[in-house]
Structure formats: C-alpha cells, structure tokens
Nanobody, 114 residues
Framework: QVQLVESGGGLVQPGGSLRLSCTSSASISWYNMGWYRQAPGKQRELVATISYGRSTNYADSVKGRFTISRDNNKNTAYLEMNSLKPEDTAVYFC?????????WGQGTQVTVSS
C-alpha cells in the first residue's frame, strides 16, 4: 500500500511562513500531486496541484502566497506557505493521483493564530 506522509505543520503567527512536505513510499514521477485542506465544519478544498509535467494550479485564496513544487528524486511534494492568514488554519492533506489511482496522506495541522 502506498503511504504518503506529511510534515511541517504547526502553529504560526499571522504573516508567518511554513513549508509542508509530503513524501511518498512510491515513485511520484508519473503522478499528479496536490495539497488540500479541511477546516473544522468545512468541506475539503483544493489548495494547489502540480502535474507530472509540472503545470500548477492554485485556489484563488492562496494565489501569490503559496507555492507548490516537487522533487521526483526524493518522491516529495512541497507546499511553501507565506503571508499566512488565520483563515488558512486547517488540516492539510497530500494527494498522489492518476486516473483510478488516488492516495491520501493522514494530514498535518496548520494553525495560524496570534
């Protein structure tokens, strides 16, 4: 079974930065990678995706503040988060996908609060 492990979450003040990492137990070279988040009482939403061809897509709410990237040699995807806002508070999930292939990590908590 493929395992995705997120790390880098934590407590940060508004305006601060965090860098999340997602490492897969399998190769990610031919898969799309993505970050999603879910706040309490809210639906899970897309944050950012990066295809195997390295095209990217961002939610409007994070454009200009977040950057998704990948290092295929390390089987790792990253999410650099800058200028964090309280509304960014959520559990962030990593996703590795292609067609019927769909694997999720357990999530890492990001809390933005003063």
């Amino acid at each position: 079974q493929v395992q995705l492990v997120e790390s880098g979450g934590g407590l940060v003040q508004p305006g601060g930065s965090l860098r999340l990492s997602c490492t897969s137990s399998a190769s990610i070279s031919w898969y799309n990678m993505g970050w999603y988040r879910q706040a309490p009482g809210k639906q899970r939403e897309l944050v950012a995706t990066i295809s195997y061809g390295r095209s990217t897509n961002y939610a409007d709410s994070v454009k200009g503040r977040f950057t998704i990237s990948r290092d295929n040699n390390k089987n790792t995807a990253y999410l650099e988060m800058n200028s964090l806002k309280p509304e960014d508070t959520a559990v962030y999930f990593c996703r590795q996908s292609y067609k019927n292939y769909d694997h999720w990590g357990q999530g890492t908590q990001v809390t933005v609060s003063s």
